[in-house]
């Protein structure tokens, strides 16, 4: 497939100031010869490479359709590795389409989903973590999102696994060795030796593990789930915090009854909010399913809000949930502080650290900000932030860095109760490929096709 020729629209639908259709392989220049006249080259042969042209695209039957600036990127200087064509024409529905049609009656055909980054892969431009970083370059939502998606798409993250994955190398050297000379009874300094790389590399591979964490709130957001009894002001704060009326509020209790997601940036953190139905028992029907959606979400929630009423006292409810959640991160807000306190704080600090307790009020706009600010250092409270400018926000990658540290401790212990070093190599060549996943070098063809599925045509 790698020699034929791939087309796209690399812009997003609907009309804008430009839209561009991008070609990739060996008849790119040609194709492009066909339908474009420029007014300083004569042929694309005379194009330089990397240098916008100025001129026309014709059909069929030499009519202009679209004023343009053409652009030929020769292999292997290109996205792709291969030689790149992009027409840059004006935004409009009908202009892109017609070129688009024109260059797929020349000789391309429609490009897959993430077929140009796929090429790039397959011809060596990029490995597979890289190539995963442009998603996330693309659909970033805060800056450090982006920052980190660019550090891995410059190969910081590759670097560091191809570092440890050339300390495994060395130890299964040294294995060898002793395997191959045995009469010059080296294995007891081969063990020693393995014990320090694997300890190194364990070491290294750790770190990574550690900011995972960090990385996939920037990624997917810290999965916030608003909890509380009915008409404590969940929907209320939700509204208030985004700043827009997203969910209904009344004072029936029981109005929340599904779930309802939004993104909210605190201070660079994406936050990812879910109000939630109220917690407690109900004969109503459709009340109930919403009760149960919001034990699922609690389940999966990196932080919990508890809401409570300040202005009441603390009810059966508001205990039975404070014992459901107390061992998941809480914020405690104690609303409408504008009407009093009557709530016996004492009894929720017993479950809950008192500095997570924060009053406030909705309605008046009252330690909202407290509580911002408490969202924010939940991120980045004690040393949870990485260390390190290599910050994983993969679940892949995560679930292949824990695959090859189970194999390093595997064969750490070997070494430390004396089973002969020609064993241990099983376990060193088991974190070798799976840290080759990350980076392309030992992945399976499904993987490669499933994760380039995910990425949009033109890309």
């Known amino acids: ?65 679209d004023e343009v600036l053409a652009v030929i990127m020769r292999a292997p200087y290109s996205y792709t590795g291969e030689d790149v064509v992009e027409i840059h024409c004006h935004g409009g529905i009908i202009s892109i389409r017609k070129i688009m049609e024109l260059v797929l009656k020349k000789g391309a055909r429609m490009a897959e989903p993430g077929e140009f980054t796929k090429r790039g892969f397959l011809n060596g431009r990029i490995d597979l973590a890289q190539s995963e970083a442009v998603i ?22 590759s670097h560091k696994v191809k570092a440890v994955m050339d300390i495994l190398l060395s130890m299964l050297a ?26 190194k590399a364990k070491s290294m591979l750790k ?16 999965s916030t789930a608003i909890i509380g009894r009915p008409n404590v002001g969940k929907s209320s704060l939700l509204n208030f915090l985004l700043k827009e009326n997203r969910a209904i509020v009344t004072d029936i209790p029981g109005t929340t009854r599904d779930i309802i997601e ?30 149960e959606r919001t034990k699922d979400v609690l389940e999966k929630a990196d932080l919990v809000i508890f809401i409570i009423d300040a202005s009441e006292d603390l009810t059966h409810e508001d205990i039975t949930i404070a014992n459901l959640i107390k061992d998941k991160k809480v914020i405690v807000a104690a609303n409408k502080i504008d009407a009093g306190i009557k709530a016996d704080l004492d009894e929720i600090e017993k479950l809950f650290d008192k500095t997570n307790i924060i009053k406030i009020s909705v309605k008046d706009k009252i330690g909202i900000d407290l509580l911002e600010k408490a969202i924010y250092d939940s991120v980045y409270s004690g040393n949870i932030r990485s260390k390190s400018n290599v910050v994983v926000s993969n679940v892949r990658h995560k679930s292949l860095i824990d695959g090859a540290l189970e194999s390093i401790e595997r064969a750490l212990e070997a070494i430390d109760i004396g089973i002969p070093v020609d064993l241990i190599s099983v376990d060193l060549k088991d974190a070798w490929n799976f840290l080759g996943s990350i980076t ?18 033109g890309k």
Do not use: W
Not at 441 to 452: L, N, P, R
């Open 262 to 291: 939004e993104y909210l940036n605190i201070k660079g953190i994406l936050i990812k909010l879910i109000d939630t139905a109220g917690l407690r028992e109900t004969e109503d029907v459709v009340e109930k399913i919403g009760v």
């Open 1 to 65: 497939m790698l020699d034929d020729t791939i087309a796209a629209v690399g812009t997003a639908p609907g009309e804008a100031g430009i839209g561009i259709v991008r070609l990739s392989g060996s008849k790119s220049q040609e194709i492009l010869g066909k339908i474009f006249r420029g007014k300083k080259a004569k042929n694309t042969e005379e194009m330089r490479s990397r240098f916008m042209y100025y001129g026309f695209i014709y059909d069929e039957e030499d009519n202009k359709v």
């Open 440 to 457: 392309g070098d030992t992945v399976e063809e499904d993987i490669i096709t499933e994760i380039f599925s995910r990425f949009c045509i």
């Open 207 to 222: 770190e990574l593990q550690d900011s995972y964490y960090e990385g996939k709130i920037h990624r997917e957001g810290l």
């Open 174 to 199: 040294h294995i060898e060795a002793a395997v191959d000379f045995p009469e010059h009874d080296i294995e007891e300094i081969t063990a020693d030796n393995l014990k320090n790389n694997g300890m």
């Open 136 to 157: 996330d370059i693309i659909t970033a939502k805060t800056d450090e999102g982006l920052n980190n998606a660019m550090n891995q798409l410059q190969g910081q993250l």
